[in-house]
């Protein structure tokens, strides 16, 4: 069965460095989404991506964050300058549709120290 | 705004027993109501969506518009049930699919 993949599976970076987080969505999905779950709380919706551009983004994904669909099968979440607050697991996900089931990926645990 | 609440952060039964997981939402439209799972070492993945009414793993959830409620219930417990369980949300009609989840609910099945 088709997976979503992401890696790496944990990035430790110093405060202030930036850092890329990479995911193959599944090859026939449509949208694709960022969420982001740190340590203890529920997971957050960061943005949204359809059509090659951003659809929908929540007030966490600020001017620091940035997504790309470089070569039509990675999906990447950058950040520009790294908090100690970004520290979190990130899981990427894809749908067929805007109301299809989304499949996660792994997630990445993203360390700022 | 939406908001999902699970009222319950941790749920232990014994096996053979009946669970529910609670799960409550706010949302002024329709929404559609998903529970997801995620089993020790392994990613999210969906248990259920309310449209489909069905059963998977013995697990069914109901929704209730009036109580704005969309509980999991499976009558007999199972070890292999012990994981995390989520609710979301995401809005009817046009949207992108964004979810919402609520903080979750560790269900734990004891021998």
């Known amino acids: 069965e088709p997976e979503v993949t992401q890696t790496p599976s944990h990035q430790v970076t110093q405060m202030g460095q930036e850092v890329i987080l990479r995911c193959v969505p599944i090859?026939?999905?449509?949208?694709f989404y960022w969420y982001r779950q740190i340590l203890g709380q529920k997971v957050e919706f960061l943005v949204s991506?359809?059509?090659?551009?951003?659809?929908?983004k929540s007030e966490i994904f600020d001017d620091q964050f940035s997504v790309e669909r470089p070569d039509g099968s990675n999906f990447t979440l950058k950040i520009r300058s790294t908090k100690l607050e970004d520290s979190a697991m990130y899981f990427c996900?894809?749908?067929?549709?805007?109301?299809?089931?989304?499949?996660f990926g792994d997630g990445t645990r993203l360390s700022i120290l | 705004a939406q908001r999902v609440t699970q009222p319950e952060k941790l749920l232990s039964v014994f096996k053979g027993a009946p669970v529910e997981l609670k799960c409550n939402y706010s949302?002024?439209?329709?929404?559609?109501l998903f529970w997801y799972v995620q089993y020790s070492r392994q990613r999210l993945q969906l248990l259920l969506r309310?449209?489909s009414r069905e059963s998977i793993k013995g697990f069914t959830a109901d929704l209730n518009k009036g109580e704005t409620s969309f509980h999991l219930k499976k009558p007999f417990a199972q070890e292999e049930d012990s994981a995390m369980y989520y609710c979301?949300?995401?809005?009817?009609?046009?949207?992108?699919?964004?979810?919402?989840f609520g903080q979750g609910t560790i269900l734990t099945v004891h021998p």
């Open positions: 996900a894809s749908g067929q549709g805007s109301h299809q089931p989304q499949h």
């Open positions: 090859s026939n999905h449509l949208y």
């Open positions: 991506f359809y059509n090659n551009e951003i659809s929908e």
């Open positions: 949302y002024s439209g329709s929404p559609e």
């Open positions: 309310h449209i």
């Open positions: 979301a949300l995401t809005k009817g009609g046009t949207s992108y699919g964004k979810l919402t």
